[in-house]
């Protein structure tokens, strides 16, 4: 059985409790999470989630500490590290069903497959990101996920007469200001998700996706880019390794661009030297975003993203796209 909220706990989440209600704050102190990947990304997500209240948080990562790391990575001291390694691809389904969250950053393509693949056999919400350079993506696969909007309505609309009533100023005739009766009500939503398989695997040739691609963002497709140089190279683009990753990334592109059949310039030539090592403030903003949506999700509160939120350097701008349904 749950602790009682304690007076102390009231007092230190106070200004949360205000933000999203007790309920929401109590079900943040019940939640268990695992984050796998502890590189700049998986370090802001932890901080945030730490000090939203969360009963546990589980950190796992099989990566020895790299000067890139102290560089982006604000929890690795410039002195001495001690670790215990742990590798996500060698964890097999039962080692997640003790979670109720699970994100996976800085990992391969197949391994985010299979960790999503075993999530979803456990009922259990998955999440993914990653930054390369500026650019960076979070994906959510929730699989079925119930959550509650707060939704304003005139004082005609057929509203329970306990449902709390807000004001609002309106014009009359004359163009005087007074005030119209409104309403909130609490709407509860059910929505669903697709694993990143499924989303990765959409079949561009159709004749809705083609439409939809001159409208679309590069990120999705940039994204698959990034998969390709990983799986072949075994590790993100370093700037070590400059001159010779950015030929692979250009060559990648144009074997995406024939792949999707997307616009030769769909995938702008000016993203690649953007794409090297990891960037503490991509890092800032992507891990807000997969805090963020951990919070909404556990609370029940507000529709999550669905299903990938990019960031894009060129337009310094975050971008929401559902694909794969």
Not at 49 to 68: F, I, P, R, W, Y
Not at 92 to 116: C, G, Q
Request: with cysteine.
């Amino acid at each position: 059985m749950d602790k009682k909220f304690t007076e102390e706990e009231a007092t230190l989440y106070d200004r949360q409790i205000r933000l999203w209600g007790l309920d929401a704050q109590k079900r943040l102190r019940n939640a268990r999470i695992l984050v796998c990947g502890m590189s700049g990304l998986g370090a802001e997500v932890a901080k945030n989630l730490v000090l939203a209240g969360v009963k546990s948080l589980t950190m796992l990562d099989q990566v020895n500490l790299t000067l890139e790391h102290c560089q982006s990575n604000f929890l690795a001291p410039r002195d001495q590290v001690s670790a215990e390694v742990g590798d996500v691809d060698a964890k097999d389904r039962e080692y997640f069903k003790d979670f109720d969250i699970v994100l996976v950053t800085s990992a391969m393509k197949d391994t985010l497959i299979k960790v999503n693949g075993f999530c979803r056999d456990l009922g259990i919400k998955f999440l993914s990101g990653d930054v390369f350079g500026f650019f960076g993506y979070a994906f959510m696969d929730l699989v079925e996920h119930e959550f509650v909007e707060e939704v304003m309505k005139s004082s005609n609309s057929d509203l329970d007469a306990d449902e709390p009533v807000k004001k609002r100023p309106k014009k009359d005739a004359e163009g005087e200001q007074e005030e119209e009766e409104s309403k909130t009500k609490m709407v509860k939503t059910i929505m669903s998700f697709v694993p990143l398989e499924k989303s990765l695997a959409s079949d561009w040739s159709q004749e809705a996706y083609k439409k939809r691609i001159k409208r679309m963002d590069p990120s999705f497709f940039v994204l698959h880019v990034l998969y390709e140089f990983q799986s072949r190279e075994g590790r993100h683009p370093l700037l070590e390794h400059e001159e010779g990753d950015l030929k692979t990334l250009k060559s990648l592109g144009e074997s995406i661009t024939q792949k999707f059949n997307l616009p030769e310039t769909k995938i702008p030539e000016a993203i690649y030297p953007m794409l090297f090592s990891e960037i503490s403030p991509s890092a800032a903003i992507v891990g807000g975003i997969l805090a963020q949506e951990i919070i909404k999700i556990i609370s029940n509160r507000d529709a999550p993203h669905n299903n990938f939120f990019f960031f894009n350097p060129l337009e310094t701008a975050g971008i929401v796209e559902k694909v794969g349904y």
